[in-house]
């Protein structure tokens, strides 16, 4: 189970536990069975499943216990971090409903966009400039976001349908945000996309991105691209 698989009733698990005691400081499974009363044995099953799933690793050796002997400590991986809550949405709408307030909309909009140029830059340079790499990489970067995209050719063009967009929801009632996914997206793409948002009866708004087949980068080794 990966990271994303996880919600708040697991960490109330006898895994979710062990991880909540990792992310205060390292232990060994002799520390980790003593807390949560259980065996070593039963510790190295539940760890032996958390190193499967990239939570946990063992981190070097140290002494442990009354008997000194030797022993394995774990810690979380970077990937466990994901797991436990964070306020970033609230924060970022709290922020936009003050700035918005306080600014006029264009103003907040150009904003957006420069935040949308800016995490482009942050993400490895593409090394194909052909408008099917391309639409590849913007597809796996609004996945790796957290969002759930999906690519097609239809007409001539690649469609890039954003099911789930992590942005959108985390800050409703704030448009500009999707200045800022329409940037970042044609910064990858290497060539301004035609966006728009699609509603189908009850069913949630959607993201949709076309890219022509024939567009490509003026300067493909700027162009960023998971």
């Known amino acids: 189970m990966t990271a994303r698989q996880w919600d708040a009733r697991m960490l109330t698990s006898t895994r979710g536990q062990i991880l909540l005691l990792l992310r ?22 539940h760890l032996a499943a958390l190193e499967r799933d990239g939570l946990a690793q063992q981190r070097g050796v140290r002494r442990s216990g009354c008997s000194g002997k030797p022993a394995y400590e774990y810690v979380l991986t970077a990937e466990a971090e994901h797991i436990f809550p964070r306020p970033y949405a609230q924060a970022l709408r709290e922020l936009l409903d003050i700035l918005s307030a306080r600014m006029p909309a264009e ?56 099911y789930s967009c992590p942005l959108a929801a985390a800050v409703p009632g704030h448009p500009e945000i999707c200045a800022l996914t329409e940037t970042l997206v044609s910064d990858i793409a290497g060539t301004p996309v035609c966006a728009q948002c699609v509603c189908e009866g009850e069913q949630q708004p959607r993201c949709q991105f076309e890219i022509a087949c024939d567009a490509s980068a003026d300067t493909p080794t700027e162009a960023p691209a998971l």
């Open 107 to 162: 103003a907040l909009t150009t904003a957006a966009r420069e935040v949308g140029h800016r995490m482009a830059l942050q993400l490895p340079v593409a090394t194909k400039s052909d408008a099917h790499s391309r639409a590849e990489a913007v597809t796996r970067t609004l996945n790796a976001l957290g969002g759930l995209a999906e690519l097609e050719l239809r007409d001539g063009h690649y469609i890039i349908t954003g």
């Open 24 to 45: 205060r400081n390292a232990r060994t499974v002799e520390e980790l069975a003593q807390a949560l009363d259980l065996t070593d044995n039963a510790v190295r099953v």
